[in-house]
């Protein structure tokens, strides 16, 4: 399956992976492409209300996340933990907005 994966600055990319894949796998292709490291991805599903895909564990198959072909990813990063006080602000896309809403609330 085919899917295209949108980062931070808006720029998409397409990541090509077996119908059978896993999150582990889509995760080591985008590494490999992108050359961003794997360890630090968090994706978001489109049409998942927003939630990370990671909750699942990189295990799960991309099809038990609700992957399919033509699926729309956004990525984020877990900032370093470098022990700094640096903080780096950026805006949800609005699909996700409703997302970080529940997590202020909970």
């Known amino acids: 399956m085919r899917v295209v994966v949108e980062n931070l600055t808006g720029t998409l990319f397409y990541i090509q992976v077996g119908n059978d894949a896993t ?3 889509l995760k080591r292709e985008i590494e490999a492409q992108q050359k961003l490291p794997c360890d630090r991805l968090i994706l978001i599903l489109d049409n998942n209300c927003g939630r990370p895909m ?4 990189d295990g799960i198959s991309l099809v038990d996340c609700g992957v ?3 699926s729309h ?8 933990d470098d ?8 805006s949800w896309p609005d699909c996700l907005l409703g997302w970080t809403q529940e997590l202020r609330i909970a």
């Open 83 to 90: 022990g700094s006080n640096q903080h780096f602000v950026f």
């Open 23 to 25: 999150l582990a796998d």
């Open 54 to 57: 990671n909750v699942y564990g």
């Open 73 to 80: 990813i956004y990525l984020f990063f877990n900032p370093l």
């Open 68 to 70: 399919q072909d033509g």
